[in-house]
């Protein structure tokens, strides 16, 4: 049984991906991580060493640190920093438990390098509709929670990743974009290796409302509506994608929790 200052892994397998789940820390030690450098979603690793001087970017969150097998690194980080008054648990046997339990792991071998602010940074077309609010949202709830997304004129989307340090995405001739009858959240999950159900479900109606296929999934229609609508709302890109964030949640917990569940009016029939 877990200590009050542990996290099992279907504790917290159940809050990934959410937009309240906690910031997760990866600890390891660097021959541990070189030996499998995916990540546990929405981590980011830190030094162990430097926790004082790091240790207060988190006041105020709910932290789960991480280590190899969950003992004395990841306890000792996160003692160290429940001592500056900082909600911290350890994930109960590390990342290695994680991994035989056989649960996501991103794939961080092509992701762009992290600006001096430990952040990806990204850009794309203005005026959003589906495709790049989707990407957005999957990167952060599942690769970096504090991710840049850059929204500019399509002639500038280049010049300005070069100029920028920002990693371009949903254009012609890029890497992270449509392949075949594949739309970009296609190309992401696939290249950051998150096929779980629940995402593979949301990447068939992210497909058809953005390739107009509407027919690849009942709720693609419905995505498509709401996601013109969110694009007529906001002038601003910016605001638009945060509004549009919880579309997005409330899809993914559609698809992972409450696809069997159905509803109708009235839910009990009265007596005649």
């Given amino acids: 049984m877990p ?3 542990e996290i099992t892994i279907p504790q917290l397998s159940r809050l990934i991906g959410l937009p309240t789940a906690p910031a997760i820390i990866d600890v390891r030690m660097e021959e541990d991580h070189a030996s499998d450098p995916r990540l546990i979603p929405g981590s980011r690793r830190r030094d162990f060493r430097a926790v004082k001087a790091w240790a207060r970017d988190y006041c105020g969150r709910g932290i789960i640190v991480v280590c190899r097998r969950g003992s004395k690194l990841s306890q000792g980080v996160a003692a160290w920093m429940r001592h500056e008054g900082i909600d911290a648990q350890t994930l109960e046997g590390g990342f290695e438990a994680w ?6 792991l991103v794939r961080t071998d092509k992701l762009p390098a992290r600006d001096e602010h430990g ?11 589906v495709d790049r609010i989707a990407c957005p949202w999957l990167i952060r709830r599942f690769v970096d929670p504090a991710a840049v997304f850059l929204f500019v004129a399509p002639a500038d989307v280049l010049s300005v990743a070069e100029r920028f340090d920002a990693t371009p995405f949903d254009i012609d001739g890029v890497f992270w974009s449509h392949r075949g009858e594949s ?17 593979l479900h949301l990447a068939a109606i992210v497909r058809g409302a953005d390739t107009a296929r509407l027919d690849l999934a009942p709720q693609a ?28 949640d409330a899809f993914y917990r559609w698809c992972r929790d ?6 109708n009016w009235p839910s009990v029939k009265t007596p005649a």
């Fill in 221 to 248: 229609a419905g995505l498509l509506a709401a996601s013109l609508g969110y694009s007529r709302m906001y002038r601003d890109d910016l605001q638009q994608l945060e509004a549009a964030l919880a579309l997005y």
């Fill in 3 to 5: 200590s009050v200052t």
């Fill in 258 to 263: 409450a696809v069997e569940e159905t509803h």
């Fill in 183 to 199: 739309c970009t959240f296609d190309t992401m999950i696939a290249e950051l290796e998150l096929k779980s159900e629940p995402l």
């Fill in 99 to 104: 991994k035989a339990a056989g649960q996501l």
């Fill in 119 to 129: 952040r990806t940074v990204w850009v794309t077309r203005a005026r959003p509709k």
